[in-house]
């Protein structure tokens, strides 16, 4: 199987290369990414609980999905499939900001990206991926913020800092 590539970029996400996913990691290259919030007509947020098997993160909550957009795809396109690819549906996605972030793991790798948030609505319930996704719930923005104070280490380090940003998005 070949490794999935990321795409290299500048701080203004313009394209310099392309290298695979791991070896970005290791190396903590700034690299385009994506990451889904999906809402219900409640307000309430789909988070998922990663896959037990994942290399990094395994168990931890973050927001409905995120991944890295192929060569040649367009933000939106590869939030739709990711969103297919892990939670077993797809809604019209719409994208709110980008930013740079890094965070080193445990494990030697870092996640040095520059990440498009997108938004979607739906109100089914998911059919997860199980080597994706080990389980889902819906929660507000402010049992999350409330949760996140009290016990962070059950969220991804990446869903934290994009959450901060998030939050203070939708308040100002």
Known sequence: ?????VILVDTNDNQVGLMPKMEAHEKAILHRAFSVFVFNDKGELM??????GKY?????????????????????DAGKRRLQEEMGFVCELQEVFSFIYKAPFDNGLTEHELDHVMIGKYNDNPVINKEEVEAFKWMTLEEIKVDME???QIYT??????F???YNFIKS
């Open 1 to 5: 199987m070949v490794e999935e590539q």
């Open 47 to 52: 988070l998922q609980q990663r896959a037990a």
């Open 56 to 76: 990094h993160s395994p168990l931890q909550w973050t927001n409905t999905c995120c991944s890295h957009q192929r060569d040649g795809e367009s933000n939106l």
């Open 150 to 152: 009290l016990q962070p």
């Open 157 to 162: 380090a990446w869903f934290r800092i994009i």
């Open 164 to 166: 901060d940003k998030y």
